[in-house]
């Protein structure tokens, strides 16, 4: 019998079995897929290595630095910041026609930047700043009111309001069209206020850190191991079916899968507390390049894009929306004396998942390629033209994101309605992850440390 | 465990939770909340920390008498005096 058992080994898996294993407790890790991870995860091909989610980690603020999530995590986890060796970004931007923010790990930048763009909005935006500085993300009261309506009220240029919600809205709402202003806040400061940073090795360090740690203090990781279901009797999970037909019991359940997939696996029939799937997926490339990209006059670590006034947030109706994305660069951290061995360039842009999920292994495998070079194009329209200095390339697509991390349709950021609390309708049945309102590398690890914590540490 | 004795451990679990605070200057009368920063979770942590070193169980309601140095040692004197210190 263990303690707790924990569905997903990703970031919050990892982080609550740290927590619960370090307070002694008997802990299993189950992880469906070959390897741990999850949507952050990596792998090798062709003699190199990838990663995939990890853009940057946000909340990067300076050593030292006692407030905010990423002090909260080091705390918690007993983990040194030194051991998880981040190198902060070298500087990024918001690109819209004709209008360019930039911003770093110092907010006097993105200050400025507003100053000079949009002068007439310098006093709206402190007010907007000190509203986001007010908001406490610790409280329990979930602020889900509207950030649109939020900033309407506060700033009267609509193309400021488009160009926070880019970049945003692409590093973690689950929602179309909008976002909850609590959300909004949480992320406004974990990007813009407190900062971007990698490890020179990539996600796969922090990863192997999380592991080591949870094995050292006794914790059991079971990779290939998915759940066939969990059993219920009299409002209560007694015990969870694996694939290989083995039954393992646990007093208590914490489940990363998230909230549909988890409901789906209760075996005690349609459960009251079903909610839509999220609908918003990625596709991403990668490029291999024979240059740094610097040496292309490239410095932007993440370029966030938009080619018209109005940002869409929304499923498109296309097999990939490139009307804005994400350009990363992950050779443009300051990584002190090291460089990376080769150049890369990945590309995010908004995708339709039904459409990769229809297609059968030759359109897929032709898909991609055409696509590849769709977003491509469009993303150079924004970054110097890279296409001559291709080594190598990769892509994922939303059936991807399905295979990694399981969520229906590929919802890169899971459901739109958030389980802040991780209740469920079982008493010994908790979600932690992408489903309980925080996203992010550091919002997941935040995730699993904060429902460990809340649910399976206090008896 | 001797009233000096629990103050010490304390100060060693505050020193695993929060190691870059400088506890040299701690004020025993004084909250820790208006001294160190310390948020919910690290309470938590004290409370856990007691648990795994002592099999000291705290319930939740008492968590308020771990405000300061003097109110915490005066709750624990009684609910570790027979623990012998390693």
Not at chain 1, 110 to 128: H, K, M, T, Y
Not at chain 1, 172 to 201: C, K, T, V
Not at chain 2, 5 to 33: G, K
Request: charged share 25%.
């Amino acid at each position: 019998m263990y303690d707790t058992i924990i569905i997903g080994a990703g970031m919050s898996g990892l982080a609550a079995g740290i927590r619960l294993a370090y307070y002694d407790q008997r802990v299993c890790i189950l992880e469906k897929h070959t390897t741990i991870g999850g949507l952050n995860s990596f792998y090798r091909m062709r003699g190199r290595d990838y990663d995939v989610g990890l853009h940057a980690l946000t909340n990067i603020t300076p050593k030292g630095t006692k407030r905010g999530p990423l002090a909260r995590l080091l705390k918690q986890l007993r983990i040194s910041r030194d051991d998880l060796q981040i190198s902060p970004q070298l500087g990024s931007d918001i690109v819209f026609p004709g209008v360019r923010l930039r911003f770093n790990n110092d907010f006097e930048l993105l200050r400025s930047e507003i100053a000079r763009e949009f002068p007439g909005q310098i006093d709206n935006f402190e007010r907007v700043v000190s509203e986001i500085v007010e908001y406490d993300d610790l409280d329990d009261t979930h602020q889900a009111i509207s950030a649109r309506d939020k900033l309407n009220q506060l700033i009267s240029e609509p193309l400021l309001i488009e160009m926070f919600f880019c970049p945003l809205m692409f590093y973690g709402s689950a929602r179309e069209h909008d976002m909850d202003w609590g959300q909004f806040s949480i992320m406004f400061r974990s990007i813009f206020m407190e900062g971007l940073g990698r490890p020179y090795a990539g996600v796969r360090l922090i990863l192997k850190h999380l592991v080591r740690k949870f094995r050292g203090l006794g914790g059991e990781l079971k990779l290939r191991t998915g759940v066939e279901r969990l059993a219920v009797d009299n409002g209560h999970v007694c015990g969870v079916v694996l694939e290989n037909g083995e039954e393992i019991q646990g007093r208590r359940i914490l489940s990363s899968a998230g909230w549909p997939e988890t409901m789906r696996m209760c075996d005690d029939g349609d459960p009251v507390t079903s909610r839509s799937p999220g609908r918003l997926s990625f596709c991403e490339t990668i490029a291999t390049l024979d240059v740094q990209p610097q040496e292309l006059g490239h410095r932007s670590t993440i370029t966030f894009f938009n080619d018209s006034e109005e940002f869409h947030w929304t499923k498109p109706d296309e097999p990939v929306d490139v009307r804005s994305g994400v350009i990363c660069s992950p050779n443009n951290f300051d990584y002190g004396e090291s460089l990376l061995d080769e150049g890369t360039m990945r590309i995010t842009a908004l995708a339709n998942f039904d459409y990769w999920n229809a297609l059968d292994e030759h359109e897929y495998n032709m898909e991609k390629l055409r696509w590849y070079d769709r977003i491509t194009d469009s993303a150079v329209r924004f970054v110097p033209d890279y296409r001559h200095h291709v080594l190598d390339t990769d892509m994922f697509t939303p059936t991807t994101v399905v295979r990694f991390t399981g969520h229906d349709g590929g919802a890169i950021y899971g459901t739109p309605d958030k389980q802040i609390d991780g209740r469920t309708h079982l008493d010994n049945l908790f979600v932690c992850g992408t489903d309980q309102g925080f996203v992010g590398i550091v919002g997941s690890i935040v995730s699993g440390i904060s429902m460990a914590n809340m649910h399976c540490l206090r008896d | 465990m001797q009233t000096d004795e629990i103050r010490e451990e304390i100060l060693d679990i505050l020193e695993s939770i929060a190691p870059d605070e400088d506890l040299s200057t701690l004020d025993d009368a004084v909250n820790f909340r208006d001294q160190l920063e310390l948020d919910s979770m690290d309470f938590l942590d004290i409370v856990m920390e007691l648990r795994k070193r002592h099999r000291v169980q705290i319930p939740e309601d008492d968590y308020v008498e771990l405000a300061s140095m003097n109110s915490t040692v005066t709750y624990l004197e009684p609910l570790m005096k027979d623990i012998v210190k390693a």
